[in-house]
C-alpha cells in the first residue's frame, strides 16, 4: 500500500476514534510509535477533528460572546499546531528523500507533499460528516440526494488526490520533481510582526 492510501486508512480511523465521545476536550493516546511519521499523521488529524467541531461550536446563534472569544483563541492556536505539524511532515519528507539525485530537468510541485496531505486529512473529515448527513433519518429526500451526490464527488476527489500525491512521492524518489520546505511566515502569530501586538508595548 502506497503513502496516501496509508493515510486515508489512518485519517479515517481517527476521525472513527474520536467519534467514539464526541468531545472536543476528550483526551486520547496515541497509538502509534512515538517519532513515527503515522504518529505525526495522527495528531495531524487529531487537530483538525478537534478544529473542525470547534469551528460547529463557534457558529451557534446562542454561544455568549465570552465563550466565543475563548473558542476563537483556541482556533487560532489550533491552526499554528496544525500549520507546525506540517512542517513537521514535510521535514521527514525532505529526510527521506535527502540522497535522491535530482535530475537536470526535474520540476517543483505547486504544493510540497504535507500540504497536499493535509487536504487528504480534511477530506476524511469532509466524507465523515457527509456520508453522515446522507444517512439521517429526520430530513427529507432532497436533503439525502443533495448529500449524496455530494458525497460521491467528494469520494472521486479523494481518489484524485490520493492518486496525485502518491505520484508526486513518486516522481520525488526518481529525481523527475524536488521540493523545498517553505516555512509559514503568519505575522498575526507573532508579536514582534502584528503591529496591534507590539503597538501595546
Given at each position: 500500500m502506497?503513502f496516501?492510501e496509508k ?10 476514534l474520536?467519534?467514539q465521545?464526541?468531545d472536543?476536550?476528550?483526551?486520547v493516546?496515541?497509538?502509534?510509535e512515538?517519532g ?5 499523521l495522527?495528531v495531524k488529524n487529531w487537530?483538525?477533528?478537534?478544529q ?10 446562542e ?14 492556536k ?5 500549520t507546525?505539524l506540517v512542517?513537521?511532515?514535510?521535514t ?8 535522491v ?5 526535474a ?9 497536499a496531505?493535509d487536504r487528504l486529512?480534511i477530506?476524511?473529515?469532509?466524507i465523515?460528516?457527509m456520508r453522515?448527513?446522507a444517512?439521517r433519518?429526520?430530513v427529507d429526500?432532497?436533503h ?11 469520494l472521486e ?10 505520484q508526486l512521492l ?6 523527475r520533481k ?12 507573532d ?6 501586538l507590539?503597538g501595546?508595548k
Amino acid at each position: 500500500m502506497k503513502f496516501a492510501e496509508k493515510c486515508n486508512e489512518l485519517f479515517d480511523a481517527t476521525v472513527a476514534l474520536y467519534h467514539q465521545t464526541d468531545d472536543v476536550d476528550a483526551k486520547v493516546t496515541n497509538p502509534y510509535e512515538n517519532g513515527s511519521i503515522e504518529a505525526d499523521l495522527f495528531v495531524k488529524n487529531w487537530i483538525d477533528t478537534v478544529q473542525w467541531h470547534l469551528e460547529d461550536i463557534i457558529r451557534d446563534p446562542e454561544i455568549d460572546p465570552k465563550d466565543a472569544l475563548a473558542l476563537k483563541r483556541r482556533i487560532d492556536k489550533s491552526n499554528q499546531d496544525r500549520t507546525d505539524l506540517v512542517e513537521e511532515i514535510d521535514t521527514y519528507f525532505r529526510e527521506k528523500f535527502a540522497d535522491v539525485k535530482v535530475l537536470d530537468d526535474a520540476t517543483i510541485n505547486t504544493e510540497s507533499p504535507a500540504w497536499a496531505v493535509d487536504r487528504l486529512s480534511i477530506l476524511a473529515l469532509k466524507i465523515y460528516h457527509m456520508r453522515e448527513q446522507a444517512s439521517r433519518t429526520d430530513v427529507d429526500d432532497e436533503h439525502l440526494q443533495r448529500c449524496n451526490a455530494k458525497l460521491a464527488v467528494l469520494l472521486e476527489q479523494r481518489v484524485d488526490l490520493t492518486t496525485a500525491i502518491d505520484q508526486l512521492l513518486d516522481d520525488i524518489a526518481a529525481g523527475r520533481k524536488f521540493m523545498k520546505v517553505y516555512r509559514q511566515m503568519k505575522l498575526y502569530n507573532d508579536p514582534a510582526t502584528n503591529p496591534v501586538l507590539y503597538g501595546k508595548k
